[in-house]
Every structure is written in structure tokens, then in C-alpha cells.
């Protein structure tokens, strides 16, 4: 079984839209969204979900109000200062640190489980496919992509499948590490600005560390040249290999408002050409490692 994860330094490159393009042109996989912050593969997709269960990777601090004395030293104490005056904690507050919880001389707080987010297990056109939804405002999204990259492998063993297509997060933060720890290849989606070279640099560096082989894309490469050229010769000087550049041209921009996948959109010619040449030597390059 092999991963390929489809990363990007930033938001908004089109990694998603290639993850799509890809997922419809590959067969022997399955499609796993590790964007949990904000899941949007599905939109493309249109899954049909199987099974959904709660993600629960934290805990808050709940006071019993009938035993609580109201001494105040649980508010004194919170840091974060999620405990009312009436003694209540605020959700959206409690780190679920514990501290109040060890501290209260009768034992009137204690600790619940909390719902951080829901993951889906799903069918779609192109093969069984795993995403996930974090909760608004909640943390732990690394252990939400790991849950994801799980069962993703399992559903590619219950299956007989060979391979696990993944859009990754963007930027170079813990969910990221989650995403393409132990992957077998990433492709890095760019753009030809300051930001785009930036933080390209900075996602191959994270490859490099965790030992993942990369390949680049240049996505809208035409919008300013001169840049195209410095990350192609970035990429020369680190031994990254361009495996594609895609020009700017609305027909994608249609593609996305009528919510269908660029090489299966009837609108496009060029692009999905460019893009199916460019998943060819992507799955060539996957197949030799």
C-alpha cells in the first residue's frame, strides 16, 4: 500500500481541486480528506456517506452545583478564566487543564468527554473514500487527521487496494505532520508569488525532514513568469522535480462553481489535458518508490 498526499505551503493553490482530478483519474485507491479544519474534497466527490462517528479527543471541567461551596477557589485558580461567577464553565474556555478539578477541597468538579468534531466513512464514483469535519473552535486536529489516515488504510487492506490518495492540509503546522508522517510521496502545490515561494520553501524543508520524497506543481505559473522561473530553479537547486505547470484559465473557475472535477468538466479542454499528463508522471513516480 502506498500514500500520496497532496500538500500546499498555503491555502487556496488548488490542492484540492487536483486531489479531485486525480481521485477521478486513478483507479485501486482510496480518497482520504486530511483537510479536517475545512473538509471540502466531499464537495467534489459527492460521497455517499456509509457511517459517521464522533471524534472525541477532549475533555472539560463540569461542576456540581448542588455540592460546590462556592469558595472560589476553582475561579482563582483558572488561568483561563472559564469559570463564572455563578460557577459555571464555559465550554469554550477550559483548556481541560485539571487544575480546578485538583483543587477543589470537596471534589465537587469533575471531568466529561467532549465531542470535538464527526468522521465519515463513504462511497463514492471513484472508491471508498474517509473525511472528516473538526468541531468549529476545537482543537486536536492532528489526532483527527491520524484517525483519518487510519481508517483509510483500513478500508485500502479491506478492499485489496493499493493506494490512498490524500489532500493534505495546508500550511506547515501539526496537522500537516499528521498528514504526511510515513507517506510514501507528497506533491506540493505552489503558486507563482512571494508568499507561494515562501512557503514552498518551508513545506519541502518539513518533507525533507520527515524523509518524504516531493515532487512540485506549479499551479497558474503564466500569472507572473519571472517567479515561475525562480521556483523551478529553487527546485533545481534542491533536486525537486517540477513534475507540472498549470496555466491560469476560467474554465477551472466554472468547473468549481458548477461543483464538478476539472477533467470530467465538459467546459474544459486544455487544463484537463495538462493535468491528466501530470498525474501520469505523478502515479509513474509513486510506482517506482
Same mark, same amino acid.
Given at each position: 500500500?502506498?500514500?500520496?498526499?497532496?500538500?500546499?505551503?498555503k491555502?487556496?493553490?488548488?490542492?484540492?481541486?487536483?486531489?479531485?482530478?486525480?481521485?477521478?483519474?486513478?483507479?485501486?485507491?482510496?480518497?482520504?480528506?486530511?483537510?479536517?479544519?475545512?473538509?471540502? !474534497?466531499?464537495?467534489?466527490?459527492?460521497?455517499?456517506i456509509l457511517?459517521?462517528e464522533?471524534?472525541?479527543?477532549?475533555?472539560?471541567?463540569?461542576?456540581?452545583q448542588?455540592?460546590?461551596?462556592?469558595?472560589?477557589?476553582c475561579?482563582n485558580v483558572?488561568r483561563?478564566?472559564?469559570?463564572s461567577?455563578?460557577y459555571v /464553565?464555559?465550554?469554550m474556555?477550559?483548556?481541560?487543564?485539571r487544575?480546578?478539578?485538583?483543587?477543589?477541597?470537596?471534589?465537587?468538579?469533575?471531568?466529561?468527554k467532549?465531542?470535538?468534531?464527526?468522521w465519515?466513512?463513504?462511497?463514492?464514483?471513484?472508491?471508498?473514500?474517509?473525511?472528516?469535519?473538526?468541531?468549529v473552535?476545537?482543537?486536536?486536529?492532528?489526532?483527527?487527521?491520524?484517525?483519518?489516515?487510519?481508517?483509510a488504510?483500513? !478500508?485500502a487492506?479491506?478492499?485489496n487496494?493499493?493506494?490512498i490518495?490524500?489532500?493534505?492540509?495546508?500550511? /506547515?503546522?501539526?496537522?500537516?505532520?499528521?498528514?504526511?508522517?510515513?507517506?510514501?510521496?507528497?506533491?506540493?502545490?505552489?503558486?507563482?508569488?512571494?508568499?507561494?515561494?515562501?512557503?514552498l520553501?518551508?513545506?519541502?524543508?518539513?518533507?525533507?525532514?520527515?524523509?518524504?520524497p516531493a515532487? /512540485?506543481?506549479v499551479?497558474?505559473?503564466?500569472?507572473?513568469?519571472?517567479?515561475?522561473?525562480?521556483?523551478?530553479?529553487?527546485?533545481?537547486?534542491?533536486?525537486?522535480?517540477?513534475?507540472g505547470?498549470?496555466?491560469?484559465d476560467?474554465? /477551472?473557475?466554472?468547473? !468549481?462553481?458548477?461543483?464538478e472535477?476539472?477533467?470530467r468538466?465538459?467546459?474544459d479542454?486544455?487544463v484537463?489535458?495538462i493535468?491528466?499528463?501530470?498525474?501520469?508522471?505523478?502515479?509513474?513516480?509513486?510506482q517506482?518508490?
Amino acid at each position: 500500500m502506498k500514500e500520496l498526499v497532496i500538500v500546499s505551503g498555503k491555502g487556496g493553490t488548488g490542492k484540492t481541486t487536483l486531489a479531485a482530478s486525480f481521485a477521478a483519474l486513478s483507479n485501486d485507491k482510496v480518497m482520504a480528506d486530511c483537510d479536517v479544519d475545512a473538509a471540502d !474534497l466531499h464537495l467534489l466527490l459527492k460521497p455517499n456517506i456509509l457511517k459517521t462517528e464522533k471524534f472525541i479527543s477532549s475533555q472539560v471541567a463540569v461542576i456540581d452545583q448542588e455540592s460546590c461551596l462556592a469558595c472560589d477557589i476553582c475561579r482563582n485558580v483558572c488561568r483561563f478564566d472559564a469559570i463564572s461567577e455563578d460557577y459555571v /464553565v464555559n465550554p469554550m474556555d477550559c483548556e481541560g487543564c485539571r487544575f480546578c478539578e485538583r483543587m477543589c477541597p470537596i471534589e465537587a468538579i469533575h471531568m466529561e468527554k467532549q465531542e470535538n468534531g464527526r468522521w465519515h466513512i463513504a462511497e463514492t464514483e471513484f472508491g471508498p473514500m474517509v473525511f472528516a469535519q473538526l468541531g468549529v473552535a476545537e482543537e486536536n486536529s492532528g489526532q483527527l487527521v491520524s484517525l483519518v489516515r487510519k481508517e483509510a488504510q483500513k !478500508l485500502a487492506k479491506e478492499n485489496n487496494l493499493n493506494y490512498i490518495i490524500i489532500d493534505g492540509p495546508p500550511g /506547515v503546522g501539526c496537522p500537516v505532520n499528521s498528514a504526511i508522517t510515513g507517506a510514501q510521496l507528497a506533491v506540493i502545490v505552489t503558486e507563482p508569488t512571494m508568499s507561494g515561494i515562501h512557503d514552498l520553501m518551508r513545506i519541502l524543508e518539513l518533507t525533507r525532514q520527515f524523509r518524504v520524497p516531493a515532487l /512540485v506543481i506549479v499551479n497558474k505559473f503564466d500569472l507572473n513568469l519571472e517567479n515561475t522561473k525562480e521556483i523551478k530553479s529553487y527546485c533545481q537547486k534542491q533536486q525537486v522535480e517540477v513534475v507540472g505547470e498549470i496555466p491560469f484559465d476560467p474554465g /477551472v473557475i466554472e468547473a !468549481l462553481k458548477a461543483g464538478e472535477i476539472l477533467v470530467r468538466f465538459s467546459g474544459d479542454g486544455k487544463v484537463s489535458e495538462i493535468v491528466a499528463d501530470i498525474w501520469k508522471r505523478v502515479f509513474n513516480r509513486l510506482q517506482l518508490i
